[in-house]
């Protein structure tokens, strides 16, 4: 073999090995493989990924990797290149995104994540509240409800109860209820109602399942549409993006942002509806509130406000949060 036809294989070879590589994208993950975002939402996406990328990039999940407010950090800083997290673990840094969090928005997990993909590239972009990460998919769980370890006629009655709440939007719920308020993970709940250190949580319904729940909070007050949503973001390492063929970054955002964000509230939707189901299996006290009932309007009451407190974060990021809020319940509530 002459030098030159040497020369000419080792060139093909090495062009052949390029194309062939494969790029492993290493998605840390701070809930139980068993929840939906894990045995659903990312398996999903991976899915995408690889068949965007004609399997050039693969996805996997790593678990282990820090409390859910250090998610930011880690993805921003290269130990992982994509994760997820809610904006309420870190007070301060999200203002914005408590837009979809606003009480009586009375829709599900799937209609609120669209419409929070949408206002967010409308109004808040701009803002860059996630400044260092590319956001890939903006969600929310289902509507939050209230479960205890014992009953309660009223919302009064959970004055001085220990509660524990996970920022944003239910902290103000919370304060307006006059709850003691326990900072915790949600992961640390079951063991925290198991061994008395809480009377109780604000979580969608699903946990009732995903995090089991029914065994230790065997109440549960259902108001309906919820007291809340909580405002999730998927992000991806800006960096790792860029160091991809230009090609498969586009495929994979591509593949990521609306459609990645409705995907991840539906299936917190069916987290719910299993959640719900697994509760009423295991004999847990549900009370089905309904528009109009007392616990209805005691709560709405006590939301009175809440609106004109998001318009003054709003104000201070330079953003129009009474027009965002206005077109989000709109997008939202007209989803089908």
């Known amino acids: 073999m002459n030098l030159k036809k040497a020369l000419a294989i080792g060139i093909f070879m090495g062009v052949a090995g390029q194309a062939t590589a494969e790029t492993t994208l ?39 990797m820090g409390h859910p407010k250090t998610m930011f950090e880690i993805v921003e800083d290269g130990v992982a290149d994509a994760s997820f997290s809610y904006h309420g673990y870190v007070p301060g840094r999200f203002k914005l995104t408590q837009v979809v969090e606003q009480p009586l928005l009375g829709v599900n997990a799937e209609a609120a994540s669209v419409a929070h993909w949408k206002i967010h590239q409308k109004y808040f972009t701009q803002a860059n509240e996630h400044e260092g990460l590319e956001v890939i998919g903006l969600f929310t769980h289902g509507p939050g409800q209230i479960h205890l370890a014992d009953p309660v006629s009223s919302l009064a009655d959970l004055k001085g109860k220990k509660i524990r709440l996970g920022g944003g939007i239910q902290g103000e719920i919370g304060h307006r209820m006059g709850v003691t308020a326990v900072g915790a993970p949600a992961p640390k709940v079951y063991e925290m109602m198991q061994q008395g250190v809480i009377d109780g949580v604000f979580i969608p319904m699903g946990e009732q399942k995903s995090l089991r729940l029914k065994e230790v909070a065997k109440n549960v007050i259902a108001l309906p549409g919820g007291m809340y949503l909580g405002s999730f973001s998927m ?43 697994a509760a009423q299996e295991a004999g847990v006290n549900i009370t089905m509130v309904k528009d109009g009932d007392a616990l209805s309007t005691e709560f709405a009451n ?29 997008i939202a509530r007209s989803y089908k």
């Open 235 to 277: 992000f991806m390492n800006p960096d790792f993006l860029a160091d991809l063929d230009p090609k498969d970054r586009e495929a994979i955002l591509n593949v990521s942002g609306e459609k990645l964000s409705a995907m991840a509230g539906k299936a917190w939707d069916a987290g719910d509806a299993e959640g719900l189901a």
């Open 302 to 330: 006590l939301a009175k406000g809440m609106d004109e407190n998001f318009y003054a974060a709003a104000a201070d990021r330079k953003v129009d949060g009474k027009a965002a809020l206005s077109e989000l319940r709109e």
């Open 26 to 64: 290493r998605v840390a993950s701070w809930l139980p493989p068993t929840h939906p975002q894990n045995a659903v939402v990312w398996p999903t996406w991976s899915k995408w990924v690889e068949e965007a990328t004609e399997g050039r990039v693969k996805v996997a999940v790593e678990y282990g």
